[in-house]
């Protein structure tokens, strides 16, 4: 509830030119947490913040948890790390190049935590690195893995606001509603499992030695989205929770493991119209390299340490969509090694920081029959 205050009874004008003033002064964090405190202040101060702050695609920043499921920034890439703690099988997501040039002001994005079962392993997904459960509401989604760990589904909290949903899970059509709270952005959102994306990995039957060849279909973004022209309104799916050329390439070991550059429970319920198709990703193949006898793909410097967990991510023309050859060549999500328990995660429209980091930590599961 709003307190009336001297505050809250400031002129509309005013109030919009102070809020536009630190939006565009604060790009980064942890300055840009003055923009989310005008946001608490009352009502009609958290209505000009929604107003001046522009989305990730337009801006290339992330302020709101709502920033978190909304496409990222056409051109330049959102980078991200996500740091692995063994002991307790978490995963963190912080905004930032690397923990070592940004420090204190890494931004914690999400958090994951690997639970196995029997059949399958669950990554649970969370805006906080401590509260795992489904009924909290820091609760975002999570990735389920088959029994091989050669296909994974990601799951969505809350359904695509245009998107028609099925309810097929365990309670048989139950959904019940979250209450309103300082993490959400929009009251009243049916919160369950979606499927918004599956993730599959080619078995390696013959043993042959090689990078990891996966696919990406993504049911919550139409494959349209990277058939516009550049500068088109974006017409990628938006979910409301509050809440370089170099001249040598990178390096892949003869075991498939890729090094880096050394250069600069529910289901969407869609028509199978060709303008609904969903979007399919697929991992950017390396080249081999005689002389160095090694696989070779360009991270850009932001890969150092070879993995078969590296991987970059490109448009596919599959099922009939006809995708333009500079998007098919264009990096939409990258993920790599750079020391212990360390890597860097790239990405940019038409995925969202959730999604990005989904795919990723579908890397992190073991893998038998792919290697």
């Known amino acids: ?122 990554f649970v997904i969370s805006l906080v690195p401590d509260d795992f459960s489904r009924a909290s509401s820091t609760y975002v989604g999570k990735l389920r893995s088959n029994f091989l760990g050669t296909k994974f589904t990601i799951y969505d909290s809350q359904p695509p606001t245009s998107n028609t949903v099925t309810i097929q899970s365990k309670s048989r059509m139950k959904t019940y509603w979250r209450s309103t709270n300082l993490k959400q952005v929009s009251p009243r959102l049916p919160v369950g499992n979606f499927n918004i994306a599956t993730v599959s990995y080619e078995l390696n039957v013959l043993r ?46 003869p075991n498939g493991k890729v090094i880096i550059d050394q250069s600069p429970e529910l289901e969407l319920a869609g028509g199978s119209r060709e303008r609904d198709q969903s979007l399919v990703l697929k991992n950017k193949a390396p080249r081999w390299h005689e002389q160095l006898q090694c696989w070779c793909l360009n991270f850009k410097g932001r890969v150092t340490v070879a993995s078969v967990k590296n991987f970059q991510l490109v448009a596919a023309s599959e099922g009939g969509g006809i995708i333009p050859v500079s998007e098919q060549e264009s990096v939409i999500l990258q993920f790599g090694k750079i020391g212990k328990d360390i890597f860097t995660m790239d990405y940019r429209y038409p995925l969202s920081a959730f999604q990005a980091f989904a795919i990723c930590l579908s890397s992190f599961d073991t893998k038998p029959a792919c290697e």
């Open 208 to 253: 042959t030695r090689g990078p990891r060849r996966m696919r990406c279909t993504m049911h919550s973004i139409p494959v349209r989205t990277v058939q516009e022209q550049a500068g088109e309104s974006s017409s990628a799916q938006t979910l409301p929770i509050d809440m370089p050329d170099a001249s040598v390439p990178s390096l892949s070991r």
């Open 1 to 122: 509830m709003c307190v009336r205050s001297r505050w809250a009874n400031l002129p509309p004008e005013l109030l919009l030119d102070i809020i536009s003033r630190l939006e565009s002064a604060h790009r980064t964090w942890p300055a840009r947490r003055d923009l989310v405190a005008c946001a608490s202040v009352c009502r009609s101060w958290r209505q000009a913040t929604k107003e001046v702050t522009r989305t990730p695609e337009r801006c290339g920043c992330l302020t709101f948890p709502a920033s978190l499921k909304q496409p990222g920034p056409r051109e330049t890439p959102i980078q991200c790390f996500i740091k692995r703690e063994r002991a307790t099988s978490t995963y963190r997501l912080y905004l930032g190049l690397t923990p070592a040039l940004s420090g204190d002001m890494s931004k914690l994005l999400l958090a994951a935590r690997k639970i196995r079962r029997a059949m399958s392993a669950d």
